[in-house]
Nanobody, 117 residues
Framework: QVQLVESGGGVVQPGGSLRLSCVVS????????MGWYRQAPGKQRELVAA???????NYTDSIKGRFTISRDNAKNTVYLQMNSLKPEDTAVYYC???????????WGQGTQVTVSS
């Protein structure tokens, strides 16, 4: 059974930084596309960053230049480095995994990120 566990969320002031981690167990992620989603209160869940098995990265426009997604296949872990955080980044952040040629199938439980002064 594939399990994803996120960590690293918390409360930070505007302009601050956080690093989210997502550890995957039950499968190796080498061939998976990994993504970070977020869902703010009253809004739909959105994909903010993704990284393919080959290392190609995609970001939603609102976080470009501030967030960086990376992966360490040896540790079966994906990261989201978040810098210059803004109040509008406040959301629950979810890690997700997509098998080769498939859609996102596996999800973590989410970690809360709150940006507030």
């Amino acid at each position: 059974q594939v399990q994803l566990v996120e960590s690293g969320g918390g409360v930070v002031q505007p302009g601050g930084s956080l690093r989210l981690s997502c550890v995957v167990s039950g499968s190796i992620i080498n061939l998976y596309t990994m993504g970070w989603y977020r869902q703010a209160p009253g809004k739909q869940r959105e994909l903010v960053a993704a990284i393919t098995s080959g290392g190609s990265k995609n970001y939603t426009d609102s976080i470009k230049g501030r967030f960086t997604i990376s992966r360490d296949n040896a540790k079966n872990t994906v990261y989201l480095q978040m810098n210059s955080l803004k109040p509008e980044d406040t959301a629950v952040y979810y890690c997700a995994a997509a098998p080769p040629n498939g859609e996102y199938r596996y999800w973590g439980q989410g970690t809360q990120v709150t940006v507030s002064s």
